[in-house]
Nanobody, 123 residues
Framework: QLVESGGGLAQPGGSLRLSCIGS????????IAWFRQAAGKEREGVSW???????YYLDSVKGRFTIARDNAKSTVYLQMDNLRPEDAAVYYC???????????????????WGQGTQVTVSS
């Protein structure tokens, strides 16, 4: 099971930190991803971190978002800085034991999902 927290309202240019806590998983063995889905848009992979700690980012968030994992706490964080209105979405945490390619993030390869947390960016 995965549980997200940390969403909320931020002003443009502001920051939020999302957390994803895993349970009933050998957390350290899983690749963990953050996806987002805005109203009327498809779900997209924002950032993901492999079980070896290698991180990847969607081009539009590079330099603004940082993903990190703490296996001792079974937690993955997504630090989001310099937020933009277009970052507003429901953010989901997902886990996969195996990925066909670790440099590509597709929702279909992640069998475990959290319930999502809303991120709103508005002045």
């Amino acid at each position: 099971q995965l549980v997200e927290s940390g969403g909320g309202l931020a002003q443009p240019g502001g920051s939020l930190r999302l957390s994803c806590i895993g349970s009933q998983l050998r957390f350290e063995s899983y690749h963990i991803a953050w996806f987002r889905q805005a109203a009327g848009k498809e779900r997209e992979g924002v950032s993901w971190i492999t079980n070896k700690g290698k991180s990847y980012y969607l081009d539009s968030v590079k330099g603004r978002f940082t993903i990190a994992r703490d296996n001792a706490k079974s937690t993955v964080y997504l630090q989001m800085d310099n937020l933009r209105p277009e970052d507003a979405a429901v953010y989901y945490c997902a886990a996969a034991f195996v990925l066909s390619r670790t440099d590509i993030c597709t929702a279909e390869e992640f069998p475990y999902w959290g319930q999502g947390t809303q991120v709103t960016v508005s002045s």
